[in-house]
């Protein structure tokens, strides 16, 4: 036999194969193999959000040294209001043009002293001075003719008391003649027809002479009254010459008060109109303090409520003496006036720190005021975690407002941080993350 052919008979086929299927076997299955691994997935899933979470910025970012932060502390409420004033003189009177011209003459200067009568400066109105001439002319006129009637009148006067002289002698003359021929008739020397004529004569005298008395009341009572009427007329004339010349006089502006002038800047030449202010006169040496005041003190400001003002080491007292509750930029001015003497050496424009009460003080939990109670209404604040490095937005309750100190009623403890800067820039955000 060969090699090969001992090789073929190695390799040829068995008349039958075996497949092992005889010898397999199922096994059972762990079940707590199938927990293991969804507990280890879980906790993989798990550890992973862990890691992102801490690697994840949580909160709105800003940087600490941006914020103002004050913490929550016992103290005394001082119910009063700190506020920074200005000095602004006692009083003041404008200088307004009652005239229009143009400027002919300057007597002062800007921040001069003045007093009361002094000539300031001179305008000039052509049209005012032809007025003043044409009702000077209108009243020299009417006097004229005023003069004309009164001597008329004077005239008439006389000639009636010539008349009723006349009239009166002959009711005299007729009376003595009456008398005579009523003796003679008595003794039988004369007729009744002659004593009836002389009756008839003396009776048509008596007549002239009544309605001559008459009509001379009647005409002087005319032309009493319209003497009377011109006379008005004449006054009325002369008042509007009075103003005339009042409004030429007025041409020369003088100081109506003493007082320092300020605001005034005329020049020669310069045209006028009337209501132009010119400038004014601030009460010299005399001042009070005007305050502009958030509105949020509004109700709870009044006229009489008093304050004080310290100036080189000496507290002097106020009372405040005018509101004006018209609001701009959501603020309102006051006005203080001095109890007493004013601090020396006091001028327009100054700034001083001043306190007015506004109720008794008492103990309370304080918290520094600051420009989050505008934007928060005092509803909520930011308050700092235990390390600092977070805020988180909480619900409060807040009380009075003064001296820089907000009063704490709810919501806050001792000691608790709060931002008290503005939260506009933050929106509606519930958390801050603080960075150095």
């Known amino acids: ?48 959000a862990a890691a992102v979470w801490l690697m994840l910025p949580r909160g709105f970012a800003v940087a600490a040294s941006e914020l103002d932060i004050a ?13 920074r004033s200005t000095v602004v003189p006692l009083s003041s009177v404008f200088l307004d043009a009652t005239e229009g011209g143009r400027v002919e003459e300057v007597l002062a200067r800007d921040g001069a002293t003045v007093k009361r009568g002094e000539l300031l400066f001179r305008l000039s109105n052509p049209q005012r001075d032809q ?62 027809a002659v004593l009836d004529e002389s ?56 100081a109506p008060v003493d007082g320092r002038l300020t605001g005034f800047s005329l020049q020669v030449g310069e045209s006028v109109k009337t209501t132009d202010r010119v400038g004014r006169i601030d009460s010299a040496g005399q001042f009070k303090l005007s305050a502009s005041v958030d509105e949020y003190y509004l109700n709870r400001m009044a006229t009489g409520l008093k304050g004080k003002v310290e100036q080189g080491g000496q507290a002097y007292a106020l009372t405040v003496s005018q509101i004006n509750p018209q609001l701009k930029d959501g603020r309102f001015t006051m006005l203080l006036q001095f109890d007493g003497a004013a601090p020396a050496g006091l001028q327009p424009g100054k700034s001083l720190d001043t306190q007015v009460t506004l109720g008794q003080s008492a103990r309370a939990l304080l918290l520094q005021d600051g420009a989050f109670y505008a934007d928060s209404g005092g509803a909520w604040v930011f308050v700092l975690d235990a390390d600092g490095g977070h805020a988180t937005r909480r619900s409060v309750k807040l009380g009075r407002r003064a001296a820089g100190k907000v009063e704490v009623l709810g919501g ?22 603080l960075s150095e």
């Open 1 to 48: 036999m060969t090699m090969n052919d001992a090789t073929n008979a190695r390799v040829s086929p068995l008349p039958y194969s075996y497949s092992g299927a005889a010898m397999d076997r199922v096994l059972a299955r762990d079940p707590r193999r199938r927990w293991i691994k969804a507990g280890a997935g879980a906790a993989a899933v798990a550890a992973l």
């Open 412 to 433: 806050l403890a001792a000691g608790e941080r709060v931002v008290v800067s503005g939260y506009r820039r933050f929106g509606e955000v519930a958390s801050l993350r």
């Open 199 to 254: 009756t008839a004569k003396l009776s048509q005298q008596k007549r002239l002479l009544a309605q001559t008395r008459a009509d001379a009341t009647a005409e002087f009572r005319i032309r009493d009254q319209s003497i009377k009427e011109f006379d008005a007329a004449i006054n009325g004339l002369n008042q509007g010459l009075r103003l005339v010349r009042a409004s030429a006089e007025q041409l020369a502006v003088r």
């Open 71 to 83: 913490t929550v502390a016992d103290g005394v409420f001082q119910d009063a209001l700190a506020v």
């Open 131 to 192: 007025e003043a001439l044409a009702r000077s002319a209108d009243v020299a006129q009417q006097l004229a003719n005023l003069s004309t009637m009164r001597a008329a009148l004077a005239a008439s006067k006389a000639g009636y008391q010539r008349d009723l002289a006349g009239f009166e002698y002959a009711v005299e003359r007729a009376d003595i003649e009456h008398t005579r021929q009523a003796e003679l008739a008595r003794r039988g020397f004369v007729s009744a």
